[in-house]
């Protein structure tokens, strides 16, 4: 097993995730991954047990994968605006 | 053996080579050619007719609708936006983390997860194995007990015709109820033709079955108690523990429940609720479509007799090869919806809150049908005074259901509905708004808007609505006098 992720790993992790999240051509898709992601790595933000710093990683890394070939694959096929987004970015934007 | 083969390479490349210059001797980007050599086939008027109407004439069936044909369409900035889905009790969007764990079966591992000869098939059974496993874990039950099957349908239609068949020297009742999904009913309707009696439970105004009721219409010859987990129409959830405790009482009748809308939003286990069967659908849980699972218990084991009979896959009960790839998907759903179970069921019960306090902070008459302590991804409400169906028309930019997906193109109040004891005029004014997932606060907060804006509008034009407001009751006019 790999050794406890530093800080600066986690933190490069979740700002990669997160950019990939944003990458989401469809809407729904990307708002749900940016919200997620968020969650996510909140939750880990104080643990201090090694043992689960090192499960979150790995599992976190493993998803930035998923998440990379399903925002190429939502940008080939998806991405027909919604109404909610024609109605202004910066309504959206509040939570981006 | 190594020159050989790189000899024939370079003879190869090389007549590739000729092969492709003097094609392009010919014809290049920058030499088009003469008319005189340009051919054009003339296929004939009558071909092109025919050609038209195949394709862009519309239907008989599509009743005056157009088909846009938009292709490319997100390229173009001035098309028209896609509505907001809020559809999700007839289909869920398929979760982008689940194709990605399909598309590897789509293209190179393609093997029949049945073939026990060669590692194709081996490494589909493997993958099929750990998507059993996946559903399997969802809802507390061993690998073993899962069916897969093409979905909540035909997982219903096996566990209730098979169940009632194999038992059917000894046992002719069926107990179900008023406000199961059509395929429950249409299944028991079957029954009761080939000479089964069917007891259709009653449901109080909340939705909710009567315990009493159910432990009173259990008969010695009953083989079966069907009643669903979550209603699709109006998110209620049934007792399961309590009812499962009741069936458990009673040797030789069996428990199934149609969780299609339950399974991966609430908490589902077989064994605390005693279930000795349930129908799980793919399509509802951001899984594909055309798959679904059945759990049927092997300790105290449940026998039924198949309705698909063949090469004897899946234990006998439903022969044909897996769909491995739709398989695998289910699979992926359910461990994505263990794992996010409660992020999911938090997000959506914020988001029904939010829509219900919009809505009803300014739109008076607004009814919530069914038990306020359903499933909060389903909120059924009917809005006094205004029809359902034109509600439905005004919003364009909302996709919406009046009811079930299979009962909404018709124009009958919905059943369910009824049975919940509400009128006809109010069940005929309802509109069901499913989230889940991937809704997002900005969507309800839209959708908030829009519904207000219509029902007010709508409410405008009504001669009904201006009598309530003069303060005449409407249910005292006696209408066959005018
Ligand atoms: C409660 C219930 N049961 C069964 C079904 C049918 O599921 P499927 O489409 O997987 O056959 C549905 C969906 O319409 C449902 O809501």
């Given at each position: 097993m790999a050794s406890v992720p530093s800080r600066a790993a986690l933190l490069q992790l979740y700002s990669n995730t997160l950019r990939t999240s944003k990458s989401f051509s469809s809407y729904n898709f990307r708002n749900y991954f940016i919200r997620r992601t968020r969650d996510t790595f909140k939750s880990i933000q104080n643990e201090q047990d090694p043992d689960k710093l090192t499960r979150f990683y790995d599992e976190a890394s493993k998803e930035l994968e998923v998440l990379r070939r399903a925002a190429l694959i939502n940008g080939m096929y998806g991405g027909q605006k919604l109404v909610v987004e024609r109605e202004g970015a910066v309504r959206l934007r509040g939570d981006t | 053996m190594l020159s050989r083969s790189i000899s024939r390479q370079v003879v190869r490349n090389h007549i590739r080579c000729v092969a492709s210059t003097s094609v392009e001797f010919r014809r290049s980007f920058v030499s088009p050619s003469s008319t005189d050599r340009a051919s054009v086939t003339d296929v004939g008027p009558a071909v092109v007719r025919q050609i038209q109407e195949d394709m862009f004439a519309p239907r008989a069936d599509m009743l005056g609708f157009k088909l846009d044909v938009q292709p490319q369409a997100k390229n173009s900035s001035d098309l028209k936006a896609r509505p907001i889905y809020l559809d999700m009790q007839a289909t869920t969007p398929l979760d982008p983390r689940v194709l990605d764990a399909m598309l590897p079966y789509y293209t190179d591992m393609y093997g029949n997860p049945h073939s026990r000869t060669h590692a194709y098939g081996w490494e589909a059974e493997k993958a099929v194995d750990e998507a059993r496993q996946y559903v399997a874990d969802l809802i507390g039950a061993d690998q073993k007990d899962i069916v897969f099957t093409s979905g909540a349908t035909e997982s219903n239609n096996m566990a209730i015709k098979g169940v009632a068949r194999f038992h059917k020297e000894k046992k002719r009742h069926i107990i179900t109820t008023q406000t199961e999904h059509k395929c429950v009913l249409d299944s028991c309707r079957k029954l009761s033709e080939e000479g089964f009696d069917v007891t259709y439970l009653p449901v109080q105004p909340n939705g909710v079955i009567s315990l009493h009721e159910l432990e009173a219409a259990i008969r010695p010859d009953t083989c079966l108690v069907s009643i669903m987990a979550v209603n699709n129409e109006t998110g209620v959830i049934q007792p399961l523990k309590e009812i499962g405790a009741i069936v458990?009482?009673?040797?030789?009748?069996?428990?199934?429940?149609?969780?299609?809308?339950?399974?991966?939003?609430?908490?589902?286990?077989?064994?605390?609720?005693?279930?000795?069967?349930?129908?799980?659908?793919g399509h509802k849980i951001y899984g594909p479509k055309g798959v679904g699972a059945a759990y049927v218990r092997r300790r105290p084991r449940v026998r039924l007799e198949p309705i698909i009979n063949g090469g004897g896959q899946e234990r006998g009960l439903r022969s044909g090869t897996l769909p491995s790839t739709l398989v695998i998907g289910l699979g992926e759903a359910c461990r994505i919806a263990k794992h996010e179970m409660a992020r999911d069921h938090a997000h959506v019960s914020a988001l029904a809150d939010r829509l219900i306090k919009g809505i009803s902070a300014k739109v008076d008459h607004v009814v919530r049908n069914g038990d306020p302590n359903g499933y909060p991804g389903c909120v059924n409400l009917s809005f006094a005074y205004v029809e359902g169906e034109s509600l439905l028309m005004a919003l364009k930019e909302v996709a919406l259901s009046s009811g079930s997906a299979c009962t909404s193109a018709s124009l009958e109040p919905s059943y369910v509905l009824r049975a919940l004891g509400a009128a006809e005029d109010m069940a005929h004014s309802s509109l069901r708004f499913g989230m889940g997932r991937f809704t997002t606060e900005a969507e309800i907060d839209f959708v908030t808007e829009k519904i207000v804006a219509t029902v007010n509008r709508l409410r405008d034009m009504s001669p009904l609505w201006e009598m309530v407001q003069e303060g005449i009751d409407i249910s005292s006019i006696d209408w066959s006098q005018h």
């Open positions: - | 458990r009482k009673h040797r030789g009748v069996y428990f199934h429940t149609d969780a299609a809308q339950a399974v991966g939003k609430i908490n589902i286990d077989v064994d605390a609720m005693n279930i000795d069967l349930m129908s799980i659908s």
